[in-house]
């Protein structure tokens, strides 16, 4: 009887430490590397573990985090990209963005191809018809249909 009390009143006195921290999303996602994904009203945003609100919800989508800490988010049928810390890698002006290949990832934009860096300069503007990144650095595009090598200056 006494290790029931001495339960109850153990269990309460803990209840007046817990704070709730994040009681305004819809849903909250799993935590995976310190960050957690936020829902409300149909849109997804970031909090930290600790309930510090990253970034609103304001997309539609935001995708995984890579070992580069970089995702990509989905806002009114465009793409971009965001960080683990909330700060817009690049605005969501794509229409697609690929998977980094060493330091440099093909974005597309008005149906044509060009490229940005992980912190989202763009190094090659989307004035190309078609950009292919070969295994050894080099850079092969198609501008109207003649294919030309390029060298990126950043």
Known sequence: MKKTILLLLTLISLKGFTQEISK??????????????VWKNGQVGMIRAN????VKPQYDKIGNF??????????DGKVGLINMEGKVIAPN???SIA???GAYAITKKDGLY????KQGKVVIKNE???IKLGRYGDI???KQGQEIMLDIKD
């Open 24 to 37: 305004e999303y819809d849903r909250i996602g799993r935590v995976t590397k310190g960050i957690a994904l």
């Open 51 to 54: 309930g510090k609100e990253l």
């Open 66 to 75: 890579g070992n580069d800490a970089i995702a990509v988010t989905t806002k």
């Open 93 to 95: 002006i794509y229409e």
């Open 99 to 101: 998977p980094f290949k």
């Open 114 to 117: 060009g490229m940005i860096n």
């Open 128 to 130: 190309y018809e078609k």
């Open 140 to 142: 092969r595009a198609t």
